[in-house]
């Protein structure tokens, strides 16, 4: 059983392979897609192509991964700005994971990877975490089965919103576990410091992140979100498993 970080990446090459290395040394293996024309890191599976979004982004090395490696069975999204959790390797949590989604709800028995768990214990801007899936473990049988077996995100995302729209929905399907004992540590740009309560404070936008943090696309997907919400998020339907 492997574990996946599958993260498109737009910062500096040194940076990114920073945080692409303490994944790594954690015990996990590392899908990355970096721009078109940007500077190469060094990783388990690298894709070059142009911006197309972060839900697409995240959907595609997924897929792709899932083809080249059958013992996949945990993707962990988030950004090149977050840190996985340093006291547990990925085998582990991997292992907690399957034990906890192999349990029987409402007598639906689903596979043992059929979930998203969110580590929670990074407490930055008030805990704003608990509302966001944003950097989660989405079980293999999950990206399979939701969303019509299309990908864990909803396409239609740039770079904000798809987070919030996984965790609603699986929490609505009853597949969503909030960890408070485990942490992703986001190295936000806002970021007051490195304390895990830190709170969040006005700083200038990176500049990969400038348009991404703009006003205007901040609105333009907050209203897909809510259209979405309001409609039961049509398009997320769970594909019936497939008996062997």
Known sequence: MSVWLTIPSARPAAEAQACIDKWRAMGYSTAIQ???GADPVDCDYLVMK????????CNGLIKDVMEFDEGAQWFVLGGDDTDPDP?????LIA???ADYFGETEDGILYGNSFGVMQPTGDRFAGGSIDRIAGSPWIGREFCERAYGGNGPLWHE??????????RDVAMMIGVYWMRPDLTHLHRHFMRASLDI?????HKPVPPHLVEANSPAHWNKFKALYDRRKAAGFPGHEVLSAVLA
């Open 34 to 36: 970096r721009d078109s």
């Open 157 to 166: 995302y740039g770079h904000m919103f798809e987070d919030e729209e996984l």
């Open 50 to 57: 142009p911006w197309e979004g972060y839900a697409k982004a």
């Open 87 to 91: 006291n547990k390797r990925a085998d």
């Open 197 to 201: 309560n830190s709170p969040a404070i």
């Open 95 to 97: 292992g907690e994971c």
